[in-house]
């Protein structure tokens, strides 16, 4: 249920952050530890086996690359542990993986995207994509059409015990992001509930079931002209990589409307452009009437 330090050397603190730890109980030193960690030793000493293995420790948020051995006899309850912190390497491999997470994810988006012509649908695919890629509750993406007073979710993705946004609201609605938005910053809450919010902001979110979010606004010659919500029903610790690949999926969901929009803007100018030129391939004639003698 606990061990106790008997011995260490400087390396032991130099690698853990712990001092002062000889004779003390790993419990009242680093309570956080989690109970792997002492089920692992008190099956190296109750089984004699040794025992080498990669773990991370919550209280110091470190890696190490552990050998545990039973000394003395087979009734012994003291364990030798050589450790080594490898938590350089562990972030390094957690940072290439969530790259290489990152790069799959959107060459996945570029590929859904690419062949889609309707603004909606492709509001409609990066939400859900975004969504079910993060295991979210809610993504939904925002436009604020310029000259109005309302906010419109033309698209969204909920998940299935969830109702969905879409509709247009009161631009008073999204009163609380008016500052960080207007200004392109992205807004960033882990926990509603933790105090940083006004009261106001708070219980409007909560009440609607938003607890923690990372929210991009897409501002566009100095305007806000829409932004990319996810959204979590329940407070949410959203990793390092999970904020710029949420702001990535906002940009290129803007770019692929704005090229949709301009594709068919183009096919209705080559429309009349056709309808023009199909008057003037048909004959046609000029008349003007004349009077007669009479002035008739």
Same mark, same amino acid.
């Given at each position: 249920?606990?061990?106790?330090?008997?011995?260490?050397?400087?390396?032991?603190?130099?690698?853990?952050?712990?001092?002062?730890?000889?004779?003390?109980?790993?419990?009242?030193?680093?309570?956080?530890?989690?109970?792997?960690?002492?089920?692992?030793?008190?099956?190296?000493?109750?089984?004699?086996?040794?025992?080498?293995?990669?773990?991370?420790?919550?209280?110091?948020?470190?890696?190490?690359?552990?050998?545990? +051995?039973?000394?003395?006899?087979?009734?012994?309850?003291?364990?030798?542990?050589?450790?080594?912190?490898?938590?350089?390497?562990?972030?390094?491999?957690?940072?290439?993986?969530?790259?290489?997470?990152?790069?799959?994810?959107?060459? +996945?988006?570029?590929?859904?995207?690419?062949?889609?012509?309707?603004?909606?649908?492709?509001?409609?695919?990066?939400?859900?994509?975004?969504?079910?890629?993060?295991?979210?509750?809610?993504?939904?993406?925002?436009?604020?059409?310029?000259? +109005?007073?309302?906010?419109?979710?033309?698209?969204?993705?909920?998940?299935?015990?969830?109702?969905?946004?879409?509709?247009?609201?009161?631009?008073?609605?999204?009163?609380?992001?008016?500052?960080?938005?207007?200004?392109?910053? +992205?807004?960033?809450?882990?926990?509603?509930?933790?105090?940083?919010?006004?009261?106001?902001?708070?219980?409007?979110?909560?009440?609607?079931?938003?607890?923690?979010?990372?929210?991009?606004?897409?501002?566009?010659?100095?305007?806000?002209?829409?932004?990319?919500?996810?959204?979590?029903?329940?407070?949410?610790?959203?990793?390092?990589?999970?904020?710029?690949?949420?702001?990535?999926?906002?940009?290129?969901?803007?770019?692929?409307?704005?090229?949709?929009?301009?594709?068919?803007?183009?096919?209705?100018?080559?429309?009349?452009?056709?309808?023009?030129?199909?008057?003037?391939?048909?004959?046609?004639?000029?008349?003007?009437?004349?009077?007669?003698?009479?002035?008739?």
């Amino acid at each position: 249920v606990d061990l106790r330090f008997a011995e260490v050397n400087p390396a032991f603190e130099r690698q853990t952050g712990l001092s002062n730890v000889v004779g003390r109980l790993v419990s009242e030193v680093a309570p956080g530890t989690e109970a792997e960690w002492i089920e692992t030793y008190g099956d190296v000493a109750r089984t004699g086996a040794a025992k080498r293995f990669e773990m991370q420790h919550a209280d110091t948020g470190r890696w190490y690359d552990i050998y545990a +051995t039973r000394l003395s006899g087979p009734h012994s309850p003291r364990v030798s542990i050589v450790f080594r912190d490898i938590s350089a390497r562990k972030r390094a491999e957690e940072s290439e993986r969530e790259d290489q997470e990152r790069q799959a994810f959107l060459l +996945t988006l570029s590929d859904v995207l690419r062949p889609l012509a309707d603004p909606l649908e492709i509001i409609g695919a990066a939400t859900r994509l975004l969504g079910i890629g993060l295991s979210a509750s809610r993504a939904y993406y925002a436009e604020w059409p310029p000259g +109005t007073d309302h906010v419109d979710i033309r698209r969204d993705y909920a998940a299935s015990d969830l109702p969905s946004l879409v509709g247009r609201y009161p631009i008073e609605n999204f009163r609380y992001t008016d500052d960080r938005f207007r200004e392109g910053r +992205t807004w960033v809450v882990e926990d509603a509930a933790d105090g940083t919010l006004p009261a106001a902001e708070r219980d409007y979110c909560l009440a609607h079931g938003v607890a923690a979010w990372i929210d991009v606004p897409l501002v566009k010659d100095g305007k806000l002209q829409a932004a990319l919500f996810l959204v979590q029903d329940a407070p949410r610790c959203w990793t390092a990589a999970e904020v710029p690949l949420v702001e990535e999926v906002a940009e290129r969901t803007w770019a692929a409307i704005e090229r949709a929009r301009v594709e068919e803007a183009l096919r209705e100018s080559e429309a009349n452009y056709r309808r023009l030129f199909q008057i003037m391939d048909e004959g046609y004639v000029i008349a003007e009437l004349i009077p007669d003698k009479d002035g008739r």
